[in-house]
C-alpha cells in the first residue's frame, strides 16, 4: 500500500497499520523543506518510535541509522555473506561520491 502525506513531500509505504503509525508521527515533523535538514528529522523519528513503513522524501528513501549502523557492524566482522537486503538498498541509493 502507498500513501502521500498531504502538504509535505513524504510518501509512505507499507501495510495499513505501518502506514497508519508512521503518519501517527510523521504528521507532528516540523520540516523545514531543507532536504538535509528534513531526512535527518524523519531519520531520528524512524529510530526513536521504531516505524517499519518505507518512508520516502522527495522520491528518495530515508533509511534507519540504528539498522544501517547495525548492518554495517555485521558486514565488517562476517564479510559480505551478511549483507542484507536493507544495506544493500542503502548503498545504492547513496549519492555517488567523485574524486576529482
Known amino acids: 500500500m502507498r500513501e502521500a502525506v498531504t502538504g509535505t513531500r513524504l510518501t509512505i509505504y507499507g501495510t495499513r497499520q505501518e502506514i497508519d503509525h ?7 515533523l516540523s520540516l523545514t523543506e ?10 531520528q523519528c524512524i529510530d526513536e518510535h521504531k516505524l517499519k513503513a518505507s ?7 530515508v533509511q534507519s541509522y540504528n539498522k544501517v549502523m547495525a548492518d554495517m557492524k ?27
Open 22 to 28: 508512521a503518519k501517527l508521527w510523521l504528521v507532528g
Open 55 to 61: 518512508i520516502l522524501y522527495g522520491g528518495n528513501q
Open 74 to 100: 555485521k558486514l565488517l566482522q562476517n564479510g559480505t555473506k551478511s549483507l542484507t537486503d536493507y544495506l544493500y538498498t542503502f548503498l545504492l541509493d547513496s549519492p555517488k561520491i567523485s574524486r576529482a
Open 34 to 43: 531543507v532536504g538535509s535538514t528534513d531526512r535527518l528529522l524523519i531519520q
